[in-house]
């Protein structure tokens, strides 16, 4: 029996701190069923705490200098890296992903943004703005207390990017992981008081979304940045505008990758693979609806489904092993079904469709990658958001045409585009509407640029400069060096 039952379900001021009372939380390993861990939603009590440890960690954070803070994320970010095979043992544990993934694309992740915003804590300024003999200054100010809820495809990943700006501006967090993949924050809570951060600055709550709803609607809360699904999005905004707390919202998408037929066809189709088969096709910045321009359709598909049916399935702390199950029977399920109506809505199935067969997939949430070629616009699967292995196909004419039906979505958080062609790959990129683009490449999404989405697909950006924008408020301050006029 594989065990990773930590020392409680909570994190708050500095310690484990359990509560029974709350409802179960059975972790389970997605590859075989096994409960790995069992942890306790949040009582209103936990969450009381949790809220008055941060409201209090804050202000003394906050009196520290900012290259302190830095300091602080930096040490943070030196202990992942040293901790990285453990720390991604457990993300494997906890979300059924391959560890050849874990061990590249998560704990390390989220040491780089523990990094880059621990670099810039100390950049984080304000302005003077000169007018004649008077002046302004304005001052960047932490918002206060942050709450920070997270999806499940990348639980340590969306701790860190979320706690990482929120203290280097000199707030506190409070952070209630997926009641799916509850285990990787509970790491980062401690590597934070490791690296010398003040109890109570990063705490972990764990629950279901009425933790989540319960965190949101308290007065001590400054801002709330979910990554989660368009539906939950909704709500969670909604509850935010009722205290006019400040938001983030990173959500779903169904994003195009357009390829033209001057591509280089062998880095297309591996594009097409990294958009749609990475993380199981858990990811939200997914090219899921693949265009592929006519006189190339047939060789790029029969290139996709040659490649695509090597890929090695099985169990996920495998070192070989490049497709894990899904993080959920019920997320399976989910995926299945939509595999069932793409079929019954005519897409032409190419490969896979099904779960692969054979004691070693038994027990686990297991799918095969799946590709459909002949997919059109208004198919199920070409417009809603899948969030599993499945890439559809979709053949185009001409340029203004794959812009029009690439745009025809409520989402708009990440593009594609394959061409050899410099000016059109600009001139493409120009009129797609989404928050992150590609040219020549897909889903890498480095610290250093902003990543967010337009339309439904969210709310503001994470990760480089811009996310201090999000972490922080200005006070302006004007100050007058002569008389003050009055009219009487
Ligand atoms: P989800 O929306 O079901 O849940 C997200 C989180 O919100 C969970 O922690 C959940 O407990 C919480 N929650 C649910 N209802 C709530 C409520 N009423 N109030 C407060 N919190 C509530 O999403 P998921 O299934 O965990 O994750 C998959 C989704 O996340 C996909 O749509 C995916 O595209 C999206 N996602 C987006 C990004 C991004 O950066 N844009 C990254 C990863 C995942």
Known sequence: MRNAQPQASHFIDGQYVEDLAGSEINCVYAATGETIAVLHSATPGIIDKALSAAVRAQKQWAALRPVERGQVLRRAADIIRARNQELSELETLDTGKPIQETLVADALSGAEALEYFGGIAAGITGQTVPLGEDFVYTMREPLGVCVGIGAWNYPTQIACWKAAPALACGNAMVFKPSEMTPLGALKLAEILIEAGAPAGLFNVVQGYGDVGAGLIADKRVDKVSLTGSVPTGRKVYAAAAEGMRHVTMELGG???????????????????????????????????????????????????????????????????????????????????????????????????????????????????????????????????????????????????????????????????VFTRDIKRAHRVVARLEAGTCWINTYNLTPVEAPFGGVKMSGVGRENSRAAIEHYSQLKSVYVAMGDVEAPF
């Open 254 to 416: 169904k994003s195009p990758l357009i390829i033209f037929e001057d591509a280089d066809i062998e880095n297309a189709v591996s594009a097409a693979i990294n958009a749609n088969f990475y993380s199981t096709g858990q990811i939200c910045s997914n090219g899921t609806r693949v265009f592929v321009q006519r006189d190339i359709r047939a060789k790029f598909v029969a290139r996709l489904v040659e490649r695509s049916r090597q890929a090695v399935v099985g169990d996920p702390l495998d070192p070989e092993t490049q497709i894990g199950p899904m993080v959920t029977a019920a997320q399976r399920e989910k995926v299945l079904a939509y595999i069932e109506t793409g079929k019954a809505e005519g897409a032409q199935l190419v490969l896979g469709g099904g779960v692969p067969q054979g004691d070693r997939y038994a027990q686990g949430n297991y799918i095969d990658p799946t590709i459909f070629d002949g997919v059109t616009d208004e198919m199920t699967i070409a417009r809603e958001e899948i969030f599993g292995p499945v890439l559809s196909v979709l053949e185009f004419g001409d340029e203004d045409e794959v812009i029009a039906r690439a745009n025809a979505t409520e989402f708009g958080l990440a593009a594609g």
